[in-house]
């Protein structure tokens, strides 16, 4: 198929019902003033201020004093590890660690460490230097000012807030400056690997919300000039925890997410992410890049409470413990605690997979077996009216479903509600497990094309001079009698735009607008029929493209772009792309292939003993006959040739093109 003229950029919206920054009206972050509702950390080499010097090199010792603030107090003993670089801890060294008002543990190989703290040591037995004058400093320059006094020299310096865990590198470098002068926002990675707790957690909650669903959101903001392409999740859940929260990781796209995770909690990830039951990585979700973008997400799936929000410097590990959310009072009566099972494995395996799909019509269930080799000894998967049973075949599990079928329920606002039930058999025991899922159905304009009137087997092929049946559909579960169907063109390339639909009336000969089905569960459809003709010796394109827009009173359009296969009735589609030279090409291919292979069999009969030219006519009959017609058809079906002539018109398939079959 040749270069379309047809600019598809214009027809083709990548937000399609993507939500706007409208729908997180109502919900006004701010900081999270009593208990949080997370625990977060996160690994940094980034201090807010920090400097390295060679001044110690000349010196007894090598010198490294930390600084450690708190923005309240901590939940945790710091951690303190000091290593030495390649094993070795002949060069003494000094750690100054200012952390007044905490608890610490220190711990390193090297038993010539001598370490000068204000802070308890856990345990007491830590080596320390003899300190018979507690030291009493302000400030950092009197910090710096007396380990250069007391030592003769500062290797590193690093001011941290609100650490959890801290790796010390040992080691001195010649190529540092001669003193340490300290900077802002300094790296410290050549010597210093730091776990921070993150105290910046903002949440709220929409205005009318009255339900126990909460969003946690984390909100990886990278610089551009940062290397860091994936992060490690350790992520850990109150044995109360209810199931009913959701977790979004928002990075940019090219990012991996290797997710740890012991909660019964759904995922909604960007970029791609990776968990220990399963080898392969899952792709993740496009997701905003702002914050009302993220909470109108979180708000667009029924999450109307935003227990944590997180904005955070990219990282390599982040640690997350999710607290027992509490329940949100309601204006009704008393609202009951969610309770749930402990997660089990297929749960786990289902949620991560999320093998579900759903349009404005139909749900799909499409699940590769082997993913689920940790759950072992699936037999079979139904819905929740176990009529509607998964087809399998080797690889695959597959289930399609009109939502009016199989038990599904639309009650939630743009979901549809059902349930997997698996059958397990172990040791001739057959049990069942029920995971209950809740599938999306896209705010979006579904557009399709059907052969007959009947409106049944959608296909993308559109013949000329034959009547067409298009449907225009979608939910809108707030005011689905505000929608209107705004336009229906048909685009090609190399020919005018033809418009058919305008303001729910007919445009241009042949189209006639069609009564379709009430309206049930928001769901609106719109229906007309065409026929489209090419004048006689005009161009006949290859493809054209259905583009129809639908929206409301208040301008809030949505588009579609359905692509179909242009099918002329004289010419079968296998034929298309051949121009006149490769018509041409075949032909002579042809003839020039016969006659030699005419003349090869006429010398091997010639020379073949007992061929007598006077040979009867009835023993003549019993001798091969293709030999005598250059163009019998057996001699091109040997070669891979189609002998010329006018060609039988193709018959399209039965259920259309690129239609897969459905499964009951």
Known sequence: MGPRSVPLLPLLLALLG???PGRAEGCDLQPVTEKPSITLSYATSTVPRGCVSNS????DHEVHVLSVKWSKASPAPLTVTVTPRADAC????????????????????????????????IPESTNRAPNPEPLIISSEEQLLAWALATYGGITSYSEL??????????????HSPPECTPQENFNAILHLEAEVFFHG????????????RAAHIIHLQSEPSSSISGVNLSLSCSQNSAGNQILILQSKANFTWFLSA?????????????????????PGNPLPDTEQGLIAEAFEKNYTVIASYSAIPASTHISLQIHEHETVETPVSTTSTVITQPPDLPHQVLRTLKPWKCTDETMEIVIIRSYLEPIKDVVNITLRDIRCQAEKNATHFMLKSPLSHCGTSLEGRGYANNELILSLAKDAVLRSV??????????????RLFPTADFKAPQTELEINKEAFVQASMRWMDHPADLQLKECWLVASEREPVLLVQGGEARGAGVAVLEGPP???????????????????????FSAFLRCKAGLQNDTIFEKVLEVRVKDAWRPLNYRGLGLGAVLGITFGAFLIGALLTAVLWYIYSHTPGFQHGTSLGEQQHQPQHWQHPEHPLLHQQHGLTPLGPPEPAQPPANGLGEPAQCH
């Open 434 to 447: 029920r995971v209950g899922f809740q599938c999306e159905i896209p705010r979006e304009l579904f557009l």
């Open 56 to 59: 110690s090199m000349g010196t």
């Open 201 to 212: 957690v903002k949440s709220c909650s929409r205005s009318d919300a009255q339900s126990t």
């Open 90 to 121: 002949s060069r003494p060294a000094v750690l100054i660690l200012l952390c007044s008002r905490c608890f610490a543990t220190i711990t390193s190989p090297c038993s010539n460490l001598i370490i000068r703290t204000d802070a308890r040591l």
């Open 161 to 174: 807030q609100d650490p959890r865990r801290l790796q010390l590198h040992l080691g001195e470098d010649a």
């Open 18 to 20: 993507r939500p706007g």
């Open 262 to 282: 012991e909660c019964n909690i759904q995922l909604l990830v960007s970029g791609s992410y990776k968990m220990p039951l399963f080898p392969m990585l899952i």
């Open 519 to 541: 309206s049930s569960h928001g769901r609106k459809v719109w229906r007309f029929r065409f026929t489209y003709s090419v004048p006689e010796g005009g161009h006949i394109p």
